[in-house]
């Protein structure tokens, strides 16, 4: 048998009292939604993969691992009708860019081998060689989605050139070796 010490009035006030103060506690313990924002908002998201992420470092002349992450291709379509992709490599644990790039009209792509594609991209305003590592059946859908986006940049920028034979090409100042090289390659 159970002795209390408390007589029974005692025992129910408290009681009471814990209750009244069992709102009031939750109430300032719950935790107020934060709406994130990726900058991914507005974009279309073409592909997602899983893959490791690899930086050649000139100066070393090595491959340095920037871990392993969550590959996205994403397009975004602007006023004028005009269709723009960019990669965003984000780490596992704590989803750091760490990679961010927009493709290129010259952007370098090419297949290493069955698992890997060597990529340039703009970092910190650098052009730099980055390795992609993942799955050959993913490795095969992102090669093909990146050189199609790199074609899709390189029809973008013909009208403008086009446009340049005009007036404007007239009044733009050539390099006579810029000139040279390119009558040198176009016969």
Known sequence: ????????????????????TTPKKAEEDKISLVEVSTGE????????????????????????????GVLRLNEKEDASGRVTSRLVFRSKAVM??????????????????????????????RIGTFLLKCT????DRLHTALLKRRETEKQNQEPAE???????????????EDAAVAQAVSS
């Open 1 to 20: 048998a159970v002795v209390s010490t408390q007589s029974t009035g005692e025992a129910d006030s408290e009681k009471k009292e814990a209750e009244s």
């Open 162 to 176: 086009d446009s340049k034979t005009g007036s404007d090409a007239k009044n733009s100042t050539v390099d006579p």
């Open 41 to 68: 908002e507005g974009e279309k998201r073409v592909l997602q993969t899983s893959c490791k992420l690899y930086q050649f470092c000139p100066t070393a002349k090595t491959w340095v691992d920037r871990g392993g």
């Open 96 to 125: 750091k860019v760490m990679l961010n790039t927009q493709i290129f009209a010259d952007m370098f792509i090419n297949r290493a081998n069955l698992t890997t594609i060597r990529i340039s991209a703009l970092e910190a305003g």
């Open 136 to 139: 050959r059946n993913e490795c």
